[in-house]
């Protein structure tokens, strides 16, 4: 999402709005509630005048993919607030590129972002505090991740369904939580088969599904992806497959790519099988045939430095801008002044790419990975994994109590049951949603418990911080951003050097006020150091 313009409208002194969030997976909806009355109070504390409440319900703090929150920073640009108020950084996003990103947004619109429970300044060790937060943020949301993936394989490996919805032409057994075929569906899916190994087009093939009614599993029309998924899934054939697509990228977006062979559990004969061997080899065959004929994807240049590149003459962002040139058609990758490209006014030829950014992570690592820095954030940090530590705690008591009250109740339900001889159908449904707030009960308490043993010790946060040193020193391009983001608040490039601008304050050499750490280095420094890197 693109950095907006500042917004027009002067923000009400003292105006703040709640932003509050849970995940199904793991929270109730009364963790929302919880949420609101901290921050209330947090507000009132400060001085502050909520209002507005927003609320994602169900939703990740790993992407940005929520109405709510959404919501809330297009707000920002109209000037009704100054603050947004979380209890946790967490609940604004568990992914650090994300949470630079939509900081920067908010401060563009003159709105500051706190933290009920991070009580953090503008001191160099409460900016590195926050960069480590979100760090072990997103160490913890990965790291339950990986929990959850390994109950899942074990599923797997039992050829269970593991969630989701079946493929066309299978349902789940209830008892035994393993595939069957429908045989309705399934002859649409022999049908589709049949109709491509005999050199029909998608065109011809959606013509005549939709024609005659069709639907897919979920009730929808059949296209393009539809068609190409169903053409590909191993299943049909009686290999029972799991894990083949890592589904999101570095950055949280949804960017579905195959797996490596080793991490994907397949197990033949583990399916009912519904196309014969013969039939899904030419189905494979002909789709990677028409797949060579219609021409190769070009793969996109990563700018680490997007968002953050100024023009020293003219003060207009610089973009990512590649071209070929020459005889030889020789690829040349630079950031361009958007005044120079829209207006022709301004004067600032373009940088090469490779010097500025290889000059900018050199910077950051010589200048941001301190001793003193890295000791007073661990004192920090020692108190913020007591604090995280306590309130963990304290939620985990509740829910266990919430648990036992939960199956003392089914208990209960069950002993009248049995005494007076009713119906179960008559207690049915209140069952079912005592067992529904039992499940959720025990995976919030799950969750709770893989965050009480992961001990955030001294060594941990030296080791993420060597972690970001090997990043920057491999030109790990992805991880590289991420950092770039978190700890650079802009790079500006003058006609004869360039400006390296952090978001940590330092002392100032004259006086003991505090004021942004800026590096400067000359062009021809730059491009004699930095030519070789190309």
């Known amino acids: 999402m693109a950095i907006s313009k500042p917004r027009k409208q002067k923000a009400y002194s003292n105006t703040a709005v709640i932003y509050a969030r849970f995940s199904s997976t793991n929270q109730r909806e009364e963790s929302i509630d919880a949420q609101v009355r901290a921050c209330k109070k947090y507000a009132e504390e400060k001085g502050l005048i909520i209002t507005r409440i927003y609320a994602d319900s169900a939703k990740s703090g790993t992407n940005d993919n929520r109405p709510e929150f959404q919501r809330m920073l297009l707000d920002s640009e109209t000037g009704i607030f100054d603050t947004v108020v979380v209890q946790n950084l967490d609940r604004f996003s568990r992914n650090r590129y994300d949470s630079a990103i939509y900081k920067k947004l908010l401060r563009v619109n003159n709105c500051r972002l706190m933290s009920v429970t991070e009580r953090l300044d503008d001191s160099p060790e409460s900016i590195m505090m926050e960069a480590v937060t979100e760090g072990m943020n997103e160490y913890y949301s990965q790291n339950l991740g990986r929990e959850v993936l390994k109950g899942q394989k074990e599923t797997a490996l039992q050829c269970k369904h593991v969630g989701g919805t079946p493929p066309l032409g299978y349902d789940v057994d209830k008892d035994t939580k393993k595939y069957v075929i429908n045989e309705k569906e399934a002859e649409i899916v022999r049908l589709i088969f049949k109709m491509y190994s005999e050199g029909c087009g998608y065109k011809e093939i959606l013509r005549h599904l939709n024609a005659m009614g069709y639907r897919t599993k979920a009730n ?93 003459s003219c ?38 790419k490779t010097y500025l950014e290889n000059f900018v992570l050199e910077t950051l690592y010589q200048n941001l ?22 309130r963990n705690e304290k939620e985990f008591e509740t829910a266990t109590i919430q ?125 004699a150091n930095y030519k070789d890197a190309v």
């Open 315 to 352: 003060g207009m962002s610089m973009f990512g801008n590649s071209r070929y040139c020459g005889r030889n058609k020789l690829k040349y990758v630079t950031y361009k002044c958007s005044g120079r490209a829209q207006q022709r006014k301004c004067n600032t030829k373009e940088f090469n």
């Open 369 to 390: 990975f301190s001793q003193n820095s890295i000791e007073k954030l661990t004192q920090r940090l020692n108190q913020y994994k007591s604090e995280v530590h306590e």
């Open 403 to 527: 648990l036992m009250e939960v199956n003392n109740e089914i208990s209960k339900t069950l002993e009248i049951v049995c005494q007076t001889g009713i119906s179960i159908d008559t207690v049915k449904e209140k069952l079912q949603r005592l067992e529904q707030k039992k499940h959720q009960l025990q995976h919030h308490i799950d969750e709770l418990t893989v965050n009480v043993n992961l001990q955030i010790s001294e060594n941990m946060m030296c080791e993420l911080v060597e972690k970001a040193k090997e990043f920057i020193k491999n030109k790990n391009l992805p991880k590289c951003k991420s950092f770039i983001n978190s700890y650079i608040e802009k790079v500006v490039v003058y006609s004869e050097k360039v400006q390296v601008r952090f978001k940590i304050n330092v002392p100032s050499k004259n006086n003991k006020d505090l004021e942004p750490l800026i590096i400067e280095e000359t062009l021809a420094n730059i491009y």
């Open 220 to 312: 929808n029309p059949f296209a393009n992806g539809s068609l190409n998924n169903l053409l590909k899934n191993e299943k049909y054939k009686g290999v029972f497959t799991f894990n083949l697509k890592k589904e999101k990228d570095f950055d949280g977006v949804r960017r579905p790519r195959m797996k490596d062979d080793e991490e994907v559990i397949r197990i033949e004969n583990g399916m009912p099988r519904i196309i014969d061997d013969v039939t899904f080899s030419k189905v494979q065959s002909l789709m990677l045939r028409n797949l060579k004929r219609g021409g190769s994807f070009k793969a996109k240049e990563l700018y680490l430095l997007s968002g953050l590149v100024y023009c020293g």
